[in-house]
């Protein structure tokens, strides 16, 4: 079993958010944070917010790219990550990170 914590953050639109962070540990150790305010009913002036924060604690081959457009917003993420420890880790991140927004947003997940 593992802690999970439970915290908040502000987004920079000044939105607060409730967030669930844990760590998982393998040859490498990860925090994962993530939370979402839920469905809103409309689209980024309107609607909900959802953040998730990927943190190296110990060891991580992680690398991330980000391309932004002439405005300076994200057009692209890309995350490569090296090892095995590295492949189970992020799997378990990402079904925390899904967990967590899936609960968050009261709503039916599919």
Known sequence: MFEVKEDSVVLNDGTHLR???REIM???I???EA???GYKGGDSGHGGRTYFRIKDLASTD???KTVTDCFGHTDELE???GGDAELAT???ALKFITRVLEEE???VAD
């Open 90 to 92: 992020i799997i378990k």
């Open 30 to 32: 990860l925090e994962v």
């Open 105 to 107: 947003s009261k709503e």
């Open 26 to 28: 393998d040859a490498n």
């Open 79 to 81: 995350v490569v990550l």
């Open 35 to 37: 939370g979402t305010t």
């Open 19 to 21: 967030t669930f962070t």
């Open 62 to 64: 992680m690398r991330v």
